[in-house]
T-cell receptor
Protein backbone atom coordinates (compact mmCIF):
# COMPACT_ATOMS: atom_id res chain seq x y z
CA UNK A 1 0.00 0.00 0.00
CA UNK A 2 0.90 3.67 -0.17
CA UNK A 3 3.40 4.91 2.40
CA UNK A 4 3.31 8.16 4.33
CA UNK A 5 6.44 9.10 6.24
CA UNK A 6 6.27 11.52 9.16
CA UNK A 7 9.31 13.07 10.79
CA UNK A 8 10.36 13.42 13.53
CA UNK A 9 8.65 10.67 15.48
CA UNK A 10 9.32 12.41 18.75
CA UNK A 11 10.41 15.92 19.67
CA UNK A 12 11.01 17.62 22.99
CA UNK A 13 11.35 21.39 23.00
CA UNK A 14 11.42 24.33 25.36
CA UNK A 15 8.43 26.59 25.76
CA UNK A 16 8.50 29.45 23.27
CA UNK A 17 10.34 27.64 20.52
CA UNK A 18 8.88 26.58 17.17
CA UNK A 19 8.76 23.02 15.94
CA UNK A 20 8.36 21.78 12.37
CA UNK A 21 6.87 18.40 11.52
CA UNK A 22 7.20 16.94 8.03
CA UNK A 23 4.78 14.64 6.26
CA UNK A 24 5.85 12.98 3.02
CA UNK A 25 4.04 10.67 0.65
CA UNK A 26 6.76 8.30 -0.52
CA UNK A 27 5.26 6.49 -3.47
CA UNK A 28 2.35 8.61 -4.59
CA UNK A 29 1.47 12.22 -5.16
CA UNK A 30 -0.80 13.51 -2.42
CA UNK A 31 -3.32 15.96 -3.77
CA UNK A 32 -4.67 16.43 -0.26
CA UNK A 33 -3.03 16.11 3.13
CA UNK A 34 -4.71 16.27 6.51
CA UNK A 35 -3.32 17.12 9.94
CA UNK A 36 -4.79 15.63 13.11
CA UNK A 37 -4.17 16.02 16.81
CA UNK A 38 -4.71 13.21 19.27
CA UNK A 39 -4.70 13.40 23.07
CA UNK A 40 -3.89 10.29 25.13
CA UNK A 41 -6.61 7.67 24.87
CA UNK A 42 -8.72 10.02 22.78
CA UNK A 43 -9.87 10.17 19.21
CA UNK A 44 -8.27 12.01 16.32
CA UNK A 45 -9.37 15.58 15.85
CA UNK A 46 -8.93 17.09 12.40
CA UNK A 47 -6.96 20.33 12.56
CA UNK A 48 -6.69 21.30 8.91
CA UNK A 49 -6.93 20.17 5.32
CA UNK A 50 -4.14 21.05 2.95
CA UNK A 51 -4.24 21.00 -0.84
CA UNK A 52 -1.04 21.35 -2.81
CA UNK A 53 -0.33 24.91 -3.84
CA UNK A 54 -3.17 26.50 -1.90
CA UNK A 55 -3.77 27.74 1.62
CA UNK A 56 -4.79 25.23 4.23
CA UNK A 57 -8.36 25.11 5.47
CA UNK A 58 -8.48 25.08 9.25
CA UNK A 59 -11.18 23.52 11.40
CA UNK A 60 -13.14 25.69 13.78
CA UNK A 61 -11.16 26.49 16.91
CA UNK A 62 -7.73 25.80 15.42
CA UNK A 63 -5.45 28.85 15.42
CA UNK A 64 -3.95 29.19 11.96
CA UNK A 65 -1.20 31.52 13.21
CA UNK A 66 -0.27 28.97 15.84
CA UNK A 67 -0.26 25.95 13.55
CA UNK A 68 1.29 26.93 10.23
CA UNK A 69 0.72 24.47 7.41
CA UNK A 70 2.60 24.46 4.14
CA UNK A 71 1.90 22.08 1.25
CA UNK A 72 4.44 23.27 -1.29
CA UNK A 73 4.69 20.07 -3.32
CA UNK A 74 2.62 17.01 -4.08
CA UNK A 75 4.73 14.89 -1.76
CA UNK A 76 5.43 17.17 1.20
CA UNK A 77 3.37 19.02 3.77
CA UNK A 78 4.74 20.61 6.92
CA UNK A 79 3.12 21.63 10.19
CA UNK A 80 4.94 24.24 12.26
CA UNK A 81 3.86 24.72 15.85
CA UNK A 82 4.91 28.30 16.56
CA UNK A 83 5.90 29.53 20.02
CA UNK A 84 5.02 26.17 21.50
CA UNK A 85 3.66 25.96 25.04
CA UNK A 86 3.06 22.94 27.30
CA UNK A 87 -0.60 22.83 26.30
CA UNK A 88 0.52 22.15 22.72
CA UNK A 89 2.02 18.84 23.85
CA UNK A 90 0.20 16.14 21.94
CA UNK A 91 0.42 13.45 19.28
CA UNK A 92 0.23 15.00 15.81
CA UNK A 93 -0.62 12.76 12.87
CA UNK A 94 -0.77 13.51 9.16
CA UNK A 95 -2.56 11.65 6.41
CA UNK A 96 -2.44 11.87 2.66
CA UNK A 97 -4.84 11.14 -0.12
CA UNK A 98 -4.55 10.92 -3.86
CA UNK A 99 -7.63 11.00 -6.02
CA UNK A 100 -6.43 8.15 -8.25
CA UNK A 101 -6.03 5.91 -5.20
CA UNK A 102 -9.66 6.35 -4.35
CA UNK A 103 -11.12 7.27 -1.04
CA UNK A 104 -8.33 5.99 1.18
CA UNK A 105 -6.39 8.22 3.54
CA UNK A 106 -2.97 6.86 4.38
CA UNK A 107 -1.64 7.88 7.77
CA UNK A 108 1.83 8.67 8.98
CA UNK A 109 3.21 7.13 12.17
CA UNK A 110 2.67 10.33 14.14
CA UNK A 111 4.87 12.80 16.02
CA UNK A 112 4.89 12.98 19.80
CA UNK A 113 5.50 16.62 20.79
CA UNK A 114 6.46 17.39 24.37
CA UNK A 115 6.86 21.05 25.32
CA UNK A 116 8.71 21.65 28.58
CA UNK B 1 -24.70 16.40 12.90
CA UNK B 2 -21.08 15.56 12.27
CA UNK B 3 -20.82 13.17 15.21
CA UNK B 4 -19.97 9.50 15.01
CA UNK B 5 -20.80 7.60 18.18
CA UNK B 6 -18.82 4.46 18.96
CA UNK B 7 -19.32 1.72 21.54
CA UNK B 8 -18.11 0.06 23.63
CA UNK B 9 -15.27 2.17 24.97
CA UNK B 10 -13.34 -0.95 25.89
CA UNK B 11 -13.74 -4.63 25.17
CA UNK B 12 -12.11 -7.80 26.46
CA UNK B 13 -12.47 -10.93 24.34
CA UNK B 14 -11.06 -14.41 24.74
CA UNK B 15 -8.73 -15.73 22.06
CA UNK B 16 -10.77 -17.26 19.27
CA UNK B 17 -13.87 -15.25 20.11
CA UNK B 18 -15.71 -12.62 18.11
CA UNK B 19 -15.07 -8.94 18.79
CA UNK B 20 -17.93 -6.60 17.88
CA UNK B 21 -17.68 -2.81 17.82
CA UNK B 22 -20.60 -0.59 16.89
CA UNK B 23 -20.89 2.89 15.43
CA UNK B 24 -23.77 5.21 14.67
CA UNK B 25 -23.80 8.38 12.61
CA UNK B 26 -26.19 11.24 12.11
CA UNK B 27 -25.22 12.90 8.85
CA UNK B 28 -26.99 11.13 5.99
CA UNK B 29 -24.58 12.75 3.53
CA UNK B 30 -21.76 10.48 4.72
CA UNK B 31 -20.92 7.98 2.00
CA UNK B 32 -17.70 6.34 3.13
CA UNK B 33 -17.22 4.35 6.34
CA UNK B 34 -13.72 3.07 7.17
CA UNK B 35 -12.39 1.29 10.22
CA UNK B 36 -8.89 2.00 11.48
CA UNK B 37 -6.63 0.05 13.83
CA UNK B 38 -4.12 1.91 15.98
CA UNK B 39 -1.33 0.54 18.13
CA UNK B 40 0.16 2.68 20.93
CA UNK B 41 2.46 5.40 19.62
CA UNK B 42 1.58 4.68 15.97
CA UNK B 43 -0.65 6.21 13.37
CA UNK B 44 -3.95 4.58 12.41
CA UNK B 45 -3.93 1.92 9.72
CA UNK B 46 -6.91 1.25 7.48
CA UNK B 47 -8.50 -2.14 8.15
CA UNK B 48 -11.56 -2.21 5.96
CA UNK B 49 -14.05 0.27 4.53
CA UNK B 50 -17.54 0.22 3.08
CA UNK B 51 -19.74 2.41 0.90
CA UNK B 52 -23.48 2.65 1.61
CA UNK B 53 -24.53 0.72 -1.47
CA UNK B 54 -23.69 -2.62 0.20
CA UNK B 55 -24.81 -4.06 3.52
CA UNK B 56 -21.76 -6.17 4.29
CA UNK B 57 -18.11 -6.42 3.36
CA UNK B 58 -15.70 -9.11 4.44
CA UNK B 59 -11.92 -9.16 4.26
CA UNK B 60 -10.28 -12.08 5.96
CA UNK B 61 -11.31 -12.11 9.63
CA UNK B 62 -12.78 -8.61 9.45
CA UNK B 63 -16.38 -7.90 8.44
CA UNK B 64 -18.28 -4.61 8.28
CA UNK B 65 -22.05 -4.75 8.59
CA UNK B 66 -23.86 -1.63 7.42
CA UNK B 67 -27.48 -0.65 8.11
CA UNK B 68 -28.31 2.45 6.11
CA UNK B 69 -31.83 2.92 7.47
CA UNK B 70 -30.62 2.75 11.06
CA UNK B 71 -27.50 4.79 10.28
CA UNK B 72 -25.35 2.22 12.00
CA UNK B 73 -22.35 0.12 11.08
CA UNK B 74 -20.28 -2.39 12.96
CA UNK B 75 -16.97 -4.19 12.82
CA UNK B 76 -16.77 -7.90 13.55
CA UNK B 77 -13.40 -9.52 14.17
CA UNK B 78 -13.68 -13.28 13.89
CA UNK B 79 -11.28 -15.66 15.65
CA UNK B 80 -9.81 -12.77 17.64
CA UNK B 81 -6.10 -13.06 18.41
CA UNK B 82 -3.86 -11.39 21.01
CA UNK B 83 -2.18 -9.52 18.14
CA UNK B 84 -5.54 -7.84 17.48
CA UNK B 85 -5.24 -6.02 20.82
CA UNK B 86 -5.29 -2.36 19.79
CA UNK B 87 -7.56 0.66 19.63
CA UNK B 88 -10.15 0.62 16.85
CA UNK B 89 -11.73 3.72 15.38
CA UNK B 90 -14.69 3.91 13.09
CA UNK B 91 -14.94 6.93 10.86
CA UNK B 92 -17.24 8.49 8.32
CA UNK B 93 -16.80 10.98 5.55
CA UNK B 94 -18.39 12.53 2.53
CA UNK B 95 -16.52 11.62 -0.59
CA UNK B 96 -18.82 13.41 -2.99
CA UNK B 97 -18.57 17.14 -2.36
CA UNK B 98 -17.09 16.69 1.09
CA UNK B 99 -13.40 16.38 0.37
CA UNK B 100 -13.22 13.11 2.30
CA UNK B 101 -12.74 14.80 5.68
CA UNK B 102 -12.91 11.98 8.17
CA UNK B 103 -14.98 12.26 11.33
CA UNK B 104 -13.72 9.69 13.81
CA UNK B 105 -15.56 7.79 16.51
CA UNK B 106 -14.28 7.91 20.07
CA UNK B 107 -12.37 4.64 19.81
CA UNK B 108 -12.62 1.16 21.34
CA UNK B 109 -9.74 -0.35 23.24
CA UNK B 110 -9.75 -4.08 22.46
CA UNK B 111 -7.87 -6.59 24.53
CA UNK B 112 -7.75 -10.20 23.43
CA UNK B 113 -6.81 -12.55 26.25
CA UNK B 114 -5.30 -15.99 25.98
Amino acid sequence: GAVVSQHPSRVICKSGTSVKIECRSLDFQATTMFWYRQFPKKSLMLMATSNEGSKATYEQGVEKDKFLINHASLTLSTLTVTSAHPEDSSFYICSAREARLGDIQYFGAGTRLSVL
Amino acid sequence: QQQVKQSPQSLIVQKGGISIINCAYENTAFDYFPWYQQFPGKGPALLIAIRPDVSEKKEGRFTISFNKSAKQFSLHIMDSQPGDSATYFCAASRITGGGNKLTFGTGTQLKVEL
